[in-house]
């Protein structure tokens, strides 16, 4: 309750009298009320006084773990006032956490996370248009976001676009900050962004004077002029202590090297001013031979401001878009390395794009004259005039009956029709049109086109929805099950859909059991199909769950990018469906995976998620595959992954069928079925 008194303050309580809260007002209250807007902002005021500046309290100037729209998270320096938010415990327990994100407001202010005293996570300095650290928060349809920074005042807040998409920000219990989305028809709160994307996001990922590429492997290297400060640390990924100087500085003849396209170093120990632009920053720093860099306060309208930095430069990563420009000192001997680089650099370039140039008119004049020999071979959607009626059945056959057609210059061809109660399926089907449409001859029957009343392709949410039946269908046989059974030939074939598009896994000719303290078994006699074997299977005979957890990766790759394993093809490497998967994840192009016809209904953070777990999954290790309940649990929460290492992929000519003195071992091998050796009993 309230109680209603003429003194300064306010009192809130329970029925006993005893005090729970109260308010230290700087007038006297008479009618105190407390009232929940909408906003969901509890607040206590004057009953007849609605200015939000008087509000005794008000919890948004308390948040906990959640951010909600018009929060504010940030610092007034008037009342002293510090509104940052707090992590819950665990998912079922709201007291105070370990990890708290709040403004730091040393030098330049910042927001950073901290696990306790550590900082885990920092947003890079407020530019005018976003973070520098955070090049995900783009404009967009959903919500907009922005900085006030005042003598009075410093504060990060947002504002939903669209009422019928209501978004929250959550620091989770597990250090993670995160935006969620309100969707009405699954009512539940779908994760729009996690800020924490990759190994770079990590404070000081790369020490001292390191810069972070998250294209790059690996993925740190020391800013230009600068060395490992222990080389063999190093060496094995060790890279906390950063790096040093080759060339001492010298005040006087220093000289400046310009980046682009980075996150600003930590700013706790910067300085900054508004007014100065970059050419006097320049010179300000030039004066002072502490000043190790500079750079514009306010990119907009092509910069202004200043914002110098006196200490070691830590956290600094590339982008390969929306990054920041920073100019760092340097020695001008390492400066002159440096220019003679670029000027080298520019000559090759030069080379480059001619060679391009001339490649790329020889390419188009080809490209002319094989349009002009095709033009008159297109093909083009022709009328004709036709029914599926008694009348102009010719015949039946295995797969359906035959119908007679004419085109509109009189030409007759034959339909071939698939029936529902054809006595073959429909690969024999596929199979007939395939080979009839290779096949050219007077004496053999020519296939004129195919037409397919629906389309075949699932959409993004249908193939996750798969992918996670599939994997809960597994975790059941190797975990949850009675008896412990591995599969041994999960593919593509053997994953049947109901009408709902519930994935029911079958096929379990050659699944074994195993017992609670067995780990793996080994065969002599390697049987399955090819492409969604393990490799310690395929060339040793041993299995484990950790070989059906292969498998799923293999399909996950599969339903992600519509193409199968075995028999992939790419122009520019010979690698297989593994192999090209691992590559566009080591080039940060994880996404160019999926299948074109689900890029317009995936998700994104889903898709790149799903693209990881898969590639966790088909580890060249057994050991470093997850089991399926660690599959299970990546897959249905947001929280890190850890980083996978090069996938098992191999070719054909990989596979040596090894000897010993107690015979060879045979392997068995198929692209589309599985295949068994049959014995006499």
Request: net charge positive; charged share 25%.
């Amino acid at each position: 309750m309230v109680q209603e008194n003429v003194c300064p303050d306010c009192c809130m309580g329970g029925q006993q009298r005893s005090a729970a809260w109260s308010s230290n007002a700087s007038k006297p209250v008479r009618s105190p009320v407390a009232q929940l807007l909408n906003s969901g902002n509890l607040i206590v005021k004057e009953k007849n006084d609605s200015n939000p500046e008087n509000f005794l309290w008000q919890s948004f100037d308390y948040p906990c773990d959640t951010l909600l729209p018009g929060m504010k998270l940030g610092r007034n320096f008037k009342s002293g006032l510090d509104s940052y938010l707090s992590s819950w415990k665990s998912l079922d327990d709201p007291s105070r956490g370990n990890f708290t994100y709040r403004y730091e407001v040393g030098g330049f202010p910042e927001l950073k996370l901290r696990e306790g005293s550590i900082v885990r996570f920092r947003s890079g300095p407020w530019n005018g248009m976003r973070f520098s650290g955070t090049t995900g928060l783009k404009l967009n349809p959903i919500f907009t976001l922005g900085v006030v920074f005042n003598k009075r005042e410093v504060y990060y807040s947002y504002k939903d676009r669209k009422e019928s998409i209501p978004s929250r920000m959550v620091l989770t219990q597990n250090g993670l900050w995160q935006r969620l989305n309100w969707i009405d028809r699954k009512q539940s709160w779908d994760v729009y962004t996690t800020v924490q994307k990759d190994d770079c996001d990590n404070y000081a990922q790369c020490g001292a004077n390191g810069s972070c590429n998250i294209n790059d492997s690996p993925e740190c290297s020391c800013l230009k002029g600068f060395v490992p400060k222990f080389p063999n640390q190093w060496n094995i990924k060790q890279w906390s202590d950063g790096c040093v100087r080759k060339t001492p500085l010298n005040c006087s003849t220093d000289g400046f090297i310009k980046y682009s396209g980075v996150k600003l170093p930590d700013s706790g120990k910067s300085w900054f001013n508004y007014s100065i632009n970059l050419d006097g920053c320049k010179n300000l720093c030039k004066k002072d031979c502490s000043c190790t860099a500079y750079a514009n306060l306010d990119i907009r309208g092509g910069g202004s401001g200043c914002l110098l930095w006196f200490v070691d430069l830590i956290d600094i990563r590339n982008f390969t878009e929306n990054g920041q420009e920073i100019y760092i000192r340097m020695a001008a001997s390492e400066l002159g390395q440096t220019q003679s680089t670029k000027s080298n650099g520019k000559k090759r370039m030069r080379i480059a794009v001619m060679s391009v140039i001339s490649a790329a008119v020889l390419i188009f004049g080809l490209a002319l004259v094989m349009y002009c020999w095709r033009k008159t071979y297109r093909i083009m959607p022709v009328e004709i005039k036709f029914n599926f009626s008694p009348e102009k059945k010719l015949g039946e056959g295995g797969f359906g009956s035959v119908y007679k057609g004419v085109f509109k210059d009189g030409q007759e061809f034959a339909v071939k029709r698939l029936s529902k109660s054809s006595r073959q399926g429909l690969d024999e089907f596929k199979n007939e049109v395939i080979h009839t449409a290779k096949l050219k001859h007077r004496n053999l029957v020519t296939l004129l086109g195919c037409y397919q009343c629906q389309s075949m392709s699932l959409d993004w949410p249908t193939r996750y929805h798969i992918i996670n039946g599939i994997a809960r269908g597994l975790l059941y046989l190797h975990q949850d099950s009675r008896q412990r059974i591995i599969h041994r030939d999960m593919k593509a074939g053997n994953v049947l859909l109901d009408n709902e598009m519930n994935p029911k896994i079958s096929d379990f000719g050659l699944a074994r059991g195993f017992g609670e303290k067995e780990a793996r078994a080994s065969t002599k006699k390697v049987i399955g199909t090819y492409g969604y074997m393990a490799p310690e299977y395929a060339i040793n005979g041993v299995y484990s769950t950790k070989s059906d957890v292969f498998s799923f990766g293999v399909l996950v790759l599969e339903i992600l990018s519509g193409k199968r394993n075995r028999g992939f093809c790419h122009p520019d490497h010979q690698h297989n469906l593994l192999g090209h998967a691992w590559r566009l994840f080591v080039e940060g192009k994880a996404l160019d995976l999926i299948a074109s016809p689900i890029r317009e209904t995936s998700n994104p953070c889903e898709v790149l998620r799903s693209i990881h777990v898969g590639l966790l999954c088909v580890q060249r290790s057994a050991q470093d595959r997850p089991n399926m309940s660690k599959v299970v649990l990546m897959l249905g929460t947001q929280g890190p992954l850890p980083q996978p290492t090069q996938s098992g992929f191999f070719t054909e000519r990989d596979l040596v069928e090894p000897s010993s003195s107690s015979g060879h071992r045979k392997l068995v091998l198929s692209n589309d079925f599985t295949i068994t050796e049959v014995e006499a009993r």
